[in-house]
């Protein structure tokens, strides 16, 4: 349109002379080249876009297309990712329960544990009570037969368990809470046989087992372990424990009770040694005894009568078979320190001078310090070193005074000036009973206990007691001698 316009303005009715025509011309092919190279120059500027536009869309497509491929990629990586979360959320959750296992496992082991320590602990407590129960010379009414059926019974936590002996069918010599013994005993005695045939213990936890024993009745008995007691190589009883309170004898009880087993037979070998010792002990207390008698004729048998009547008072005061026993060796020994005293002395016939009186009255320390040296009686040295304080506190040695006096050593004091105010002696004749009675009620609360004065004078009114009392004391001490 600037061509045309340019044209036509030079072809005006004002006409230019022709160089300016010329010019114009001129000028317009330069223009015109312009445009020209312009529209060159633009095509090519339109070609070099559509050349990068046509690469754009290609990068575009190979960007969408590899969107795509990593697209399809993330997603099967994420179901990857999601089946192996499956997974391991599973294997997670069996391990956590696992671990579950494992800690209730560890916590229920470390109870037992803690259970077998408790019970190992009074294993060892209980195996030493048995160890030393007859080395320390318990004079009680401890049975040791007893004391293995009771022990065994706690540490395995059963209700009640017997001790049969291996002589004589299996007899009964100890039990611990089993009050219908005489009923199942013959099946008791059955369980032993077949302990002492396989030389083991035997543990029945099936009830229905129980009858595979003979035709004897188990009824009430639901389960059972046995052991086996040997001492030097035999067979010297069986310990049969009942009924478990928590199931089941295992293996751990029958290794306890094996254990108790092997303690027991020494604890029983202690015992059969106590009886030595005993009776070496009963040889020594004669001995002495006849050394009394041959120092001081006029005593000869008032040891044996002061022993035998205070045995009936200490009775009558209601002391234990084992206070009788040791009153009873006191009352035996009670002069033994008189083997110190010259016969000038012991058998003068006069009133003793004061030196004397002091050398007379040094036979109870003698004596205290005789028996005191035998370790099987030196539970009775301080009773008779106390025999001649006074209830008033004018005695010797020590001018002890009432209940500050062993209460077996102020029955001697009684019995023994009893029977010596009844008896002969060199400085004077027997007084008659009756004048004994009155000086005895006389002496009550300054020389004597009014308590034992008084049941002195019970059992002396009636000799029948006296006679009685001895006879019950030597069955009861026989007894718990043999037990």
Request: glycine share 6%; charged share 30%; with cysteine.
């Amino acid at each position: 349109m600037e061509v045309s316009q340019t044209v036509s303005d030079s072809v005006s009715p004002d006409a230019v002379s022709e160089g300016m025509v010329l010019n114009n011309f001129d000028a317009l092919r330069v223009e015109i080249a312009i445009v020209i190279d312009d529209r060159a120059r633009h095509r090519a500027e339109a070609e070099r876009f559509r050349s990068l536009a046509e690469g754009a869309a290609q990068r575009a497509d190979d960007l969408s297309r590899r969107l795509n491929e990593e697209c399809s990629a993330h997603g099967a990586l994420k179901e990857a990712a999601a089946s192996t979360e499956a997974a391991l959320r599973s294997q997670l959750e069996r391990t956590q329960s696992s671990l579950a296992q494992t800690r209730a496992e560890a916590e229920r082991e470390r109870e037992r544990a803690a259970r077998d320590r408790e019970r190992e602990e009074r294993f060892r407590r209980d195996l030493q009570e048995l160890h030393i129960l007859y080395r320390a010379r318990r004079f009680d009414s401890d049975n040791v037969y007893e004391r293995i059926a009771q022990v065994s019974t706690e540490l395995v936590g059963a209700e009640k368990a017997v001790y049969l002996k291996a002589y004589d069918g299996f007899a009964v010599v100890g039990s611990y809470a089993f009050d219908d013994l005489n009923e199942r005993l013959p099946f008791l005695q059955a369980i032993a046989k077949r302990v002492a045939e396989e030389h083991n213990a035997l543990v029945v936890n099936d009830s229905a087992e129980m009858h595979a024993f003979g035709d004897a009745d188990p009824d009430g008995i639901r389960d059972l372990a046995a052991y086996p007691i040997v001492i030097h190589d035999q067979l010297a009883g069986v310990v049969i424990v009942v009924n478990k309170g928590d199931g089941g004898f295992d293996d751990t009880d029958e290794r306890l009770l094996l254990g108790i087993g092997s303690h027991a037979a020494v604890a029983i070998e202690n015992r059969s040694l106590q009886r030595d010792i005993e009776d070496a002990y009963a040889a020594t207390v004669a001995l002495l005894c006849n050394v009394i008698e041959a120092k001081d004729p006029y005593t000869r048998g008032h040891c044996e009568e002061v022993a035998s009547l205070i045995v009936a008072v200490a009775r009558e005061l209601g002391l234990s078979v084992s206070d009788q026993e040791l009153a009873f060796q006191a009352g035996l020994l009670h002069d033994v320190g008189k083997i110190a005293v010259s016969d000038g002395i012991l058998l003068k016939p006069g009133q003793l001078l004061p030196a004397e009186r002091e050398v007379i009255e040094m036979h109870s320390t003698i004596g205290a310090d005789i028996v005191g040296s035998v370790p099987s009686l030196r539970s009775i040295a301080p009773l008779i070193l106390h025999h001649h304080e006074r209830y008033d506190g004018t005695g010797y040695p020590l001018k002890l005074k009432a209940t500050d006096i062993l209460l077996l050593s102020r029955i001697i004091c009684a019995v023994d000036a009893w029977c010596a105010m009844c008896s002969e002696r060199p400085y004077r004749g027997a007084l008659e009973p009756a004048a004994v009675r009155i000086e005895m009620q006389r002496m009550s609360g300054t020389q004597f206990d009014p308590a034992v004065c008084e049941a002195l004078l019970r059992v002396i009114d009636d000799p029948s007691r006296v006679q009685k009392a001895w006879l019950d004391f030597v069955d009861e001490s026989s007894e718990r001698i043999l037990h």
